[in-house]
Each structure stands twice: as C-alpha cells, then as structure tokens.
C-alpha cells in the first residue's frame, strides 16, 4: 500500500481535538438542560429545499422512488412546525449540508447548534448566545467584552459606505476594490460580498460582537423592525472574524413568508439556480399559528475552531468531504 494510502483512513483532526469536540457538544446539552430547554430530533431528508439564493441545498433520490428529496440546509423549517404543535423551548444539534460551499470556514457538511426561546426578544436571544459562546470558547472569550454594533455602523467603519443610502455603483466600485471581478450583481450580493471580504473579517478582534439592523431585503425568515422597517430583526455574532452565528425574531406571517419564498424561487430561476415546490408543511404550520419566538443557529465547528486555536475548519473535523 502506498504512504498516501495509508494516510488516507486517518482522520483530520487530532484525538485531542476530538477529544475537545466532545466535552465542547456535551457541554452544550448541558447548558440548554440546565436551563430546561428541549433536544429533539428533525429529519436529514426533507421533500423541499430551501429558497434562498444563498443556499443550495444537495439533492438525492432513492432506489424505486422517482421523487426527490434534498438534505437539510437547517433544521428550521421542521423545528418550526413543532414550535407550532406546542413543544415550547426546543434545540437540535445535527448535521447539515450546503453544496457548493468549501473552504477555510466552509464544509459541505457542518454541525449546526439551533435553538427557539418562546416570547423572548433578540436582545435576550443575544445574551443567550453569548453566554453560551462564552462558556464553549472558555478562556479565549475571558478578556471579550459583549459588543452590539448595527449593521449600517459596521460598514461605515470597516467599509466607509453607509449601506442604506449608498448608490448601487458605489457598491459595484467598492466590490471592484476587494477583489470582486465579476459582473456587478444585485444591491444584495454586492452587500453580502462586501460583508464577506471588507466587514465581516474585521468584526470581532477583541469583542463578541453582535451585528443588528440588516437590511429588510435580507430578512429571510425574520420580522421587519416595526421602528425601522429598512430592517430586519436579525443578528450575526463575530469573532475574531468568523461569523459564528445567525438569529432572528421569527416571521410568523404565513402569507409573508410565501410572498418571500415566492422571491426567492423568482430569483434563483434567473440566477439560473433552479427551484422546487415551496414547503407547504412550514407554510401551514405559521398559518395554524407560530408562537411569538426568537432563533438562531450556531456554527459548531467554527466555535470548536476558535476554542482549540485551530487556523481551519478541517483541523477540527474528523474527516472533511475530500476524506469523507
């Protein structure tokens, strides 16, 4: 057998790290148990995708079965519709898939920690994440403070643009500046790529920094802010760079939430990303009545990431998809 061969079996990661990886998981249960918060179990293979342009989700069929079903991008949809039959607060750790995404923070296959508190705010949705961030990044999050910084602040500092009133051409040529040498996209994939290359890598250098205020037209499955309807109830947490998490005050408007996933399908047919039928199980389940809610999905790995000190997402997988 060959060197590479015999190398090829191992896994990526470390035993330590692995190690690491499990007092990290177990602490996490045994933070939402202390604070009496449900684990449940949502299925891998779900009958529809996800709409968002952002998102693909991977594709896959079974032996006699003509239909297609996908892997889950986010358990959201399913947990959704079992806050709507009355579980009250629940989390999930599972594994999820997004294809096309590779890279020093990006596994096609990631570990997802996503959770719902019933009738609370995202700024104390936010208290919680950091908390929780905190107590898995231990002696690294010690000397952190917790920062809250709007979205339009953000880009200010670290791109000198005001994201709301700044000219579509101002993002093309600032896009142009970082590196972006395709054809000028949309006012939202020019702000994504920016958030991506100019903001975002900035964010979080000596804070838990909690960006707020993103656009309404990125949204997703949040609620509009009834004080400022330019933005969403949404919030990304950064450290030292890494986007770590991602919540919202949940939509819980079913004819809304079909008008944007109708967006979206709209969207993706011009990108040439291709679509399918809306999910008509969550669509019923915010008709028969969400409860007033906050979620949000934390990125598992990039946090074990940040707590080891590991330069890469890979250093802390057992196997990453080349090795799969």
Not at 54 to 74: E, G, I, K, M, Q
Not at 206 to 225: C, K, W
Not at 226 to 244: I, K
Request: net charge negative; aromatic share 8%.
């Amino acid at each position: 057998m060959s060197d590479t061969g015999r190398e090829d079996w191992r896994a990526t990661a470390a035993i330590g790290t692995l190690r690491q990886r499990a007092r990290l998981l177990a602490a996490t249960r045994d933070f939402f148990a202390a604070r009496g918060v449900l684990e449940v179990d949502t299925p891998l293979v779900v009958n529809a995708p996800v709409s968002d342009v952002h998102l693909h989700s991977a594709r896959v069929t079974f032996a006699n079965d003509a239909r297609p079903f996908y892997l889950h991008t986010s358990p959201e949809y399913a947990m959704k519709r079992l806050l709507a039959g009355g579980s009250g607060d629940i989390y999930q750790i599972c594994h999820v898939v997004r294809a096309l995404e590779r890279g020093r923070l990006h596994n096609p296959e990631f570990t997802l920690v996503e959770w719902y508190r019933l009738g609370w705010t995202l700024d104390e949705l936010i208290g919680e994440v950091d908390a929780l961030v905190r107590a898995l990044l231990g002696p690294r999050a010690e000397v952190r403070p917790l920062q809250r910084l709007s979205y339009r602040d953000a880009f200010l500092e670290h791109a000198g643009l005001d994201p709301f009133a700044a000219a579509d051409a101002q993002l093309a040529s600032a896009a142009r500046a970082a590196g972006f040498a395709g054809p000028a996209g949309g006012r939202d994939e020019l702000l994504e790529l920016l958030m991506s290359t100019r903001v975002g890598p900035r964010l979080g250098k000596s804070a838990l920094t909690f960006v707020h205020g993103y656009p309404a037209t990125q949204a997703a499955l949040a609620r509009l802010d009834p004080a400022d309807p330019r933005t969403a109830l949404r919030f990304e947490l950064y450290c030292e760079g890494v986007e770590l998490a991602n919540g919202f005050h949940e939509l819980a408007d079913a004819p809304e939430q079909r008008a944007r996933f109708t967006r979206d399908l709209a969207a993706r047919r011009q990108l040439g990303l291709g679509s399918a039928a809306l999910d008509e199980r969550l669509l019923a389940a915010l008709d028969s009545g969400l409860p007033d809610c906050c979620g949000v999905a934390l990125g598992f790995d990039r946090t074990v990431m940040l707590a080891v000190g590991a330069a890469g997402i890979d250093s802390v997988l057992p196997f990453p998809i080349e090795r799969a």
